[in-house]
């Protein structure tokens, strides 16, 4: 019911769009949001936007990354600027913290 999509393989300082579709019923009444988990690490958050467009972001993407939703057509979208080796990690998108995406893989090479 949330499907991820956008993750690749990029060079350092270069950017991804992950996008993140839901269903209607999901979408509308949650905070959406983008964690990410990289190998021997936990899950951590990347960014969230509620319902009404409130923003929140990990103080390590901050100036970089931009979490967005389009309401009409239930997605939600993960700009990604300048990456660093250190954003490489499995990146899921999930809908009030229940609901989670399959997740993409992101990996930045230096």
């Known amino acids: 019911q949330l499907v991820e999509s956008g993750g690749g393989l990029v060079q350092a300082g270069g950017s991804l769009r992950l996008s993140c579709a839901a269903s209607?019923?999901?979408?509308?009444?949650?905070?959406m949001g983008w964690y990410r988990q990289a190998p021997g690490k936990r899950r951590e958050l990347v960014a969230e936007?509620?319902?009404?467009?409130?923003?929140d972001y990990a103080n390590s993407v901050k100036g970089r990354f931009i979490v967005s939703r389009d309401n009409a057509k239930n997605m939600v979208y993960l700009q990604m600027n300048s990456l660093k080796p250190e954003d490489t990690a499995v990146y899921y998108c999930?809908?009030?913290?229940?609901?989670w995406g399959q997740g993409t893989q992101v990996t930045v090479s230096s």
């Open positions: 936007i509620t319902t009404s467009g409130s923003t």
């Open positions: 209607g019923s999901i979408f509308s009444t949650n905070t």
């Open positions: 999930h809908a009030g913290w229940v609901l």
